[in-house]
């Protein structure tokens, strides 16, 4: 499927793994969206910049469609490999390349764990605030490719807030340096641009990242609710209370139920909603903190209230929601992750709709929501061997993105659209919008060597699927002929 | 009052006429374009809050809206905006605050405009209405069109509507007056960096004003740490110089450069952002900000003007590109010249 001549002079370079036989292939047949599987014809680890340079010329240079991998850890498919295109994983890119402990900075190579960050920065008293729940294994330059969140957005921000310069490679093997030291410079914001720009704008070959001072005391309060909707209303009132949590986390009686059985962190079981809030700052301020929010939660309606302030009780509390994907995973033998956003005050009414959703398709959906910002992570439960049951998930996946969008939410918060959610791109944005996407895309990548088919669906591929959807009780793209 | 049939169409008619558009708000910060035979196209008139959910952080609103007025509104709420902007002029409206992208002398410590924009509306070089982004705080559908708009000086469309992140407001402000030297103002803001609450590091006439913002233990623990300095509830001073407030007698010129550049020159009239923005009066290019950084004739006094021009860098290369790829028959402005090549 590529080019033999390619291949050959793609051997020929030095500094390269070169990986071409089907078993070790497979290892990169999907990213963390399993359900999409592409073996790649060849995938290369390339070992230095000078080497990335040379296979990116060569692509480059005989039209050969690239797809740029750094953990693999996305669940959107922003990685699934394709059966005509190179894959260029970024793992060797692994050093830490400077530690600027004076300058609240580090620079670091694009392949590096997000988690390795805080910890080679520990020591100085310094982290590096957003922390996806995959942060174990998960790499910063994927990180800056999805523009990551994680339980802590809230109060520090996405990975777009922490990051101050990047080095970027274009297709054409120019490097786009975006300097840190400036705080403004003339021209546009590419910085924020290529945040969340998965892999299509260019190859990130540098980050360097913003670190913080850990906060002196970190207080996490459990509270359990009679239903959602009283928990909703107790998040409302704890952030027009003026307090800023670290993080605000909400999971409904399945996801407790699961978590509970799973890890035994405590939570009540007779709860039908909870919430995790996490307080951090002074030590001389957390207590006053930790006493307002306290009486919010508890003139709000909480029924049982708990609180954990050494390390090892916050972790064990958190442990219960880190662990609630897998943990809901034990309930059915799959389960699909979704991923959108609302504004928080339609929370009622969306899990209403959800759960009637639910009802029509016949599968379970646990909830697990970043309620502080307003990031839904419905898991729908299925069993891929039973008949028809993955095409009913996938169905009821998008009846819940349509849900979001029509209470004006969007339809990724964090996760990406990658392949996964390109069909319900044609519903959130018009035709025009999306011409503004493809504009940017040709204006870096001509040739659209860079992640083809990814994160903006073509208006031919929309005009095929929003014949089937109404938006505002206008057709789509009418300007398209359809079937 | 919603005024985008007006905006709109007076786009398309420069479109039909040959006219290239400059999008404008309360045309305070004019001078920092280049000068250009363009039809203003003014939001002024398209004004008022959509909506405002202080317990979401989130408030929408159109692009003539003036600055004071919605500072004013989230104010009432206890919240306020962290990018705190300069005001240029009581008529400064959010959409130019948002196109103009300038940070004020809170950017190090809370972040710059972009941190806290959600989505816009825009009117494209075509005509074209277009929606990025939303009311939420996660969002990464599509490319981030909504940060792309700050700062890009109405070149690449008209901005009508603004959805922004607002933050509740500190308990208390404070302000400590340290007389001392450039240089030593320097170091004096290295000890305190990461500091919690801090959110300005202002030099001027050999005064440092450091500024805290926070909890009343953070502003205690602060005035435990600076004992003996006077200090005071007022941060005048710093919104003077953030707001440019201030006598020069030639060119305005902006280094941006990195902390650690030494900064004592003749031509310095004030530092913000603790040292990273520096603001020299010359009439001609000052040779100490030629070494590195970034230096801008940033607001044109009399006499003649340097030579200015674009970047001529990947960023700029590629900002060409993206510009062209938006408004391939120029029918908006371009970005403005401001660089002085040294």
Same mark, same amino acid.
């Given at each position: 499927m590529i080019p033999k001549a390619f291949l050959k002079r793609l051997r020929n370079l030095p500094d390269i793994d070169l990986i071409e036989d089907l078993s070790r292939l497979k290892v990169y047949e999907s990213d963390g969206l399993t359900a999409l599987a592409v073996v790649p014809p060849a995938v290369v680890l390339p070992h230095n910049r000078i080497a990335l340079e040379a296979v990116l010329s060569l692509c480059h240079e005989q039209l050969v469609p690239m797809v740029i991998r750094g953990a693999g850890t996305g669940l959107s498919g922003g990685a699934t490999p394709l059966a005509n295109g190179l894959l260029i994983s970024l793992a060797k890119f692994n050093r830490i390349l400077e530690i600027d402990a004076s300058g609240f900075k580090a620079r670091v190579e694009p392949g590096v764990t997000n988690l390795a960050i805080s910890q080679a920065v520990e020591g100085l008293g310094l982290f590096y605030a957003p922390d996806p729940s995959s942060q174990i294994a998960c790499s910063i330059g994927g990180n800056v490719a999805e523009n990551s969140g994680g339980v802590h957005c809230l109060k520090y921000g996405l990975t777009l807030h922490n990051v101050c310069g990047l080095k970027v490679l274009l297709a054409d093997g120019r490097l786009l340096h975006l300097d840190d030291d400036q705080l403004w410079s003339d021209g546009f914001d590419l910085l924020a641009l290529l945040h969340g720009s998965e892999g299509m704008l260019g190859v990130i070959v540098e980050v360097t990242v913003n670190l913080l001072p850990i906060p002196d005391a970190v207080t996490v309060l459990m509270a359990g609710f009679d239903s959602t909707e009283a928990a909703a209303h107790a998040v409302s009132a704890? /952030? $027009? !209370?003026?307090?800023?949590?670290? =993080? %605000?986390?909400?999971?409904?009686?399945?996801?407790?139920?699961?978590?509970?059985?799973?890890?035994?962190?405590?939570?009540?079981?007779?709860?039908?909603?909870?919430?995790?809030?996490?307080?951090?700052?002074?030590l001389d301020d957390i207590e006053g903190m930790v006493n307002r929010v306290s009486s919010v939660l508890q003139g709000s309606g909480a029924k049982s209230l708990a609180r954990a302030d050494d390390a090892a009780s916050r972790a064990r509390l958190w442990q219960g929601r880190k662990a609630a994907f897998p943990a809901v995973g034990r309930l059915a033998p799959d389960y699909y992750c979704m991923d959108g956003t609302i504004p928080r005050r339609h929370l009622a009414n969306v899990l209403a709709? /959800? $759960? !009637?959703?639910?009802?029509?398709? =016949? %599968?379970?959906?646990?909830?697990?929501?970043?309620?502080?910002?307003?990031?839904?992570?419905?898991?729908?439960?299925?069993?891929?061997?039973?008949?028809g049951e993955l095409k009913r998930a996938e169905a009821f996946g998008a009846d819940i993105l349509q849900i979001c969008l029509a209470h004006g939410g969007t339809i990724t918060g964090e996760h990406g659209v990658g392949l996964e959610k390109i069909d319900q791109m044609c519903v959130q944005f018009s035709e025009v919008e999306l011409g503004v996407f493809h504009a940017i895309k040709a204006a870096f990548d001509p040739q659209g060597l860079l992640n083809p088919g990814k994160a903006v669906p073509t208006l031919n591929r929309c005009?095929?699927?929003?014949?089937?959807?109404v938006h505002h009780g206008q057709t789509r793209h009418p300007e398209l002929p359809r079937f | 009052m919603d005024d985008m049939r007006s905006i709109v169409q007076q786009i398309e008619a420069a479109g039909t006429e040959g006219a290239q558009v400059c999008p404008q708000g309360g045309g305070s910060k004019a001078f920092l374009r280049s000068s250009e035979d363009a039809r203003i196209v003014s939001t002024s008139a398209h004004t008022g809050t959509l909506h405002y959910y202080p317990d979401e952080l989130v408030i929408r609103v159109r692009a003539g809206t003036r600055l004071t007025d919605l500072q004013e509104e989230v104010a009432h709420q206890g919240q306020f905006l962290p990018f705190d902007p300069p005001h240029l002029g009581v008529e400064s409206t959010v959409g130019g605050v948002v196109a103009a992208g300038l940070g004020g002398s809170a950017r190090p410590f809370w972040g710059g405009i972009r941190d806290y924009v959600l989505g816009v509306k825009v009117v494209l070089p075509t005509g074209q209405v277009a929606v990025f982004g939303g009311d939420v705080m996660k969002n990464v559908a599509g490319y981030d069109v909504s940060r792309l708009m700050v700062g890009s000086m109405g070149s690449l469309g008209l901005i009508l509507e603004l959805a922004l992140k607002v933050l509740p407001e500190p308990e208390a402000t404070r302000v400590f007056t340290l007389p001392m030297s450039p240089a030593d103002a320097i170091r004096t803001i290295q000890l305190h960096r990461g500091r919690p609450g801090l959110s300005a590091a202002v030099f001027f006439k050999n005064v440092l004003y450091l500024r805290f913002s926070g909890t009343h233990q953070q502003l205690a623990q602060a005035e435990n740490r600076l004992a003996g300095a006077i200090n005071t509830d007022s941060d005048e001073v710093i919104r003077k110089i953030q707001n440019l407030d201030f006598p020069v007698q030639h060119h305005l010129w902006r280094w941006d450069a990195s902390q650690a550049e030494p900064i004592e020159c003749s031509e310095l009239i004030a530092f913000d952002w603790g040292g990273r923005l520096r603001w020299l009066d010359s009439h001609l290019a000052p040779s100490i900000a030629t070494s590195s950084g970034v230096l801008t004739c940033f607001k044109p006094g009399q006499g003649e003007l340097p030579a200015r021009s674009m970047r001529t860098d990947t960023v700029g290369w590629i900002?060409?590109?993206?510009?062209?790829?938006?408004?391939?028959?120029?029918?908006?402005?371009?970005?403005?010249?401001?660089?002085v090549s040294t």
């Open positions: 704890v /952030i $027009a !209370e003026g307090v800023l949590p670290a =993080g %605000l986390e909400m999971m409904d009686r399945l996801a407790i139920q699961a978590a509970e059985d799973f890890v035994a962190a405590g939570y009540p079981r007779d709860a039908d909603a909870l919430l995790l809030c996490e307080l951090d700052g002074a709709a /959800i $759960a !009637e959703r639910s009802t029509h398709y =016949g %599968l379970r959906v646990a909830n697990v929501f970043h309620a502080g910002d307003g990031n839904l992570h419905p898991l729908i439960l299925y069993d891929v061997n039973a008949e005009a095929e699927f929003g014949a089937m959807h | 900002q060409e590109r993206l510009k062209f790829a938006l408004d391939p028959q120029s029918r908006f402005i371009s970005y403005p010249s401001f660089r």
